[in-house]
């Protein structure tokens, strides 16, 4: 079946979710972009038409393909709209296991029989989102990273029940989008959060020390071991608040202090400091 007349959903239109489904459809799916939030679905819409059109002013996307992405991309605040003809379901929302389950439990038994239930969760165990479900072998993680247009990873993780065929069919999926997946078994932080974390949270702890700037220390990264990007402002465009959930899931379950969460980094969540998103992070960043 052409990738045009298979729909999917992207449940969450906040960072990662709006990115997800720009990226696919870009890549020629059909796609609904859902949240309960009018405010966060406008905004989720809004950046997309940013990014396509920033694309078309650089010359990375044609007008005609960003339109076509375009027509392709609906909305809906009505969950049971958005899933009903989907054959494969992508949550891009908070960072809590509980909202998690109750989402997958209630989209369970709204979509067709056989669709791809996906997580996007960077941190916390897929097995146990999947506990939540009648049918969990039906669920599988799918790690996108953020800028979602622009990273080629995606992390597909796999619980003790993932099925084989929805494992192929999810992996169908990250090709046809053109990024490169690694297959992870499902534990804390996988591969790529459990990793990055940790150097996230030793520059913070290095800026707490006044070791160096947070511009020093991220073109210690970027210089010296040819990082893309510093730690502390990938912190920043990922959301600190999101840092700082996925260093409190890591440190309860791996009990590790590396894990443990700097004191600068919940001053700065408490004091809604919360990166790009709000203006301010590690860095100050203009809202557009």
């Not at 804390?188 to 913070?204: D, H, K």
Request: charged residues 25%; proline residues 4%; glycine residues 8%.
């Amino acid at each position: 079946m052409p990738a045009s007349e298979q729909r999917i959903a992207v449940l969450g239109a906040g960072t990662m979710g709006h990115g997800i489904a720009l990226a696919l459809a870009q890549s020629g799916y059909a796609v609904c972009l859902h949240d309960s939030s009018e405010a966060a679905l406008r905004k989720g819409l809004d950046q997309i038409d940013r990014i396509l059109k920033e694309g078309v002013e650089r010359g990375k996307v044609s007008p005609a393909d960003a339109e076509s992405a375009r027509g392709r991309l609906t909305s809906s605040r009505i969950c049971s709209q958005a899933v009903a003809e989907a054959f494969l379901v992508i949550e891009a929302i908070v960072e809590k296991l509980e909202a998690k389950q109750e989402l997958f439990r209630a989209v369970e038994s709204l979509t067709p029989r056989g669709a791809l239930l996906a997580s996007n969760t960077s941190s916390l165990p897929i097995g146990r989102i999947a506990a939540a479900l009648i049918d969990p072998g039906r669920l599988i993680g799918l790690h996108f990273f953020n800028p979602v247009h622009a990273m080629k990873l995606v992390e597909v993780v796999v619980h003790e029940r993932t099925r084989d065929e929805v494992k192929s069919q999810a992996l169908e999926v990250v090709a046809r989008l053109g990024k490169e997946a690694i297959v992870v078994r499902d534990s804390p932080g996988f591969a790529s959060s459990r990793l990055g974390v940790v150097l996230g949270l030793e520059a913070m702890r290095m800026l707490e020390q006044d070791v160096a700037s947070a511009a020093d220390i991220d073109k210690a990264m970027e210089l010296g071991y040819k990082h893309p990007i510093g730690p502390l402002k990938l912190t920043d465009l990922v959301g600190l608040d999101v840092r700082l959930a996925i260093a409190e899931a890591l440190h309860q379950a791996l009990r590790g202090e590396q894990y443990r969460p700097p004191e600068i980094l919940r001053r700065k969540v408490a004091a809604g400091e919360l990166g790009k998103k709000s203006g301010r992070g590690f860095y100050e960043w203009p809202q557009t």
